[in-house]
């Protein structure tokens, strides 16, 4: 582990989060979003349903967490950039850990200020944010997994909106008006948004054992990409 790399990639991407359009317009959504769905509530003189708090959650995850990092390695594989800042393994390591840094502190505040857009705090228990850690790092490693692969801009915009809408929004599966045994619901109930919903409804330990099953592939997934990017450097 070099710290020196670590902290270079987290200084360059800093600037690239607060100077690049398409990042800036994915850190706006959530709480664009939440400013919404919090709007109409108090228009209506309704209290906020908790499941959009989670859609909010699950958008700030995928979004933010997942295609942030996918489009900027995306970005730098089109251009040849990459190659030319990685040189070795361990270069690439080092920088897969600076930008999680930076990418994983940027969803804390996204995800903090979308919540309070909407009143939605109170919500938060410690068991939930346990959870909530479990998931960020499952979205981060699924932005880490697909950004190495994705070489073009345009193909990181599909990896990117296929974990939005089947990963990230997966609780709007609630308001589709189904089935609880229809296949889209059973589906949808193994995803990670889906296991904070059970974990805030004190659904036990199963919702925890599904987060680390995701976090073991997720890893394992990031680890080969990795092992196959190391190989064109």
Known sequence: ???????????????????????????????????????????????MPEIMIFVVLGTTLSAVTTNIPLMLY???????????VMHTRSDLVNGMLGRSIVTLLITAAVTTVSLVIMNGTGIFSLPLFAGLIL????????????????????TS????????????MTPIAETLNVKEDSIIIVIAELTPVYQLIAIHNNAGIMPYVILLLWLGLTMFLVRMAVSKRTETL
């Open 1 to 47: 582990m070099n710290t020196h790399k670590i902290r270079a990639t987290i200084y360059r991407d800093i600037r690239e989060f607060f100077t690049n359009y398409a990042v800036l317009t994915l850190l706006v959504m959530p709480p664009a979003m939440a400013l919404l769905y919090g709007g109409t509530a108090q228009k209506s003189g309704a209290e």
């Open 74 to 84: 995306a970005e730098e594989n089109e251009h040849g950039l990459l190659k030319l």
């Open 135 to 154: 998931a960020a790092i499952i979205f981060l490693n699924l932005g880490l997994w697909t950004g190495l692969y994705a070489k073009l801009q345009s």
């Open 157 to 168: 915009t599909v990896y990117g909106v296929i974990i939005l809408f089947f990963l990230g």
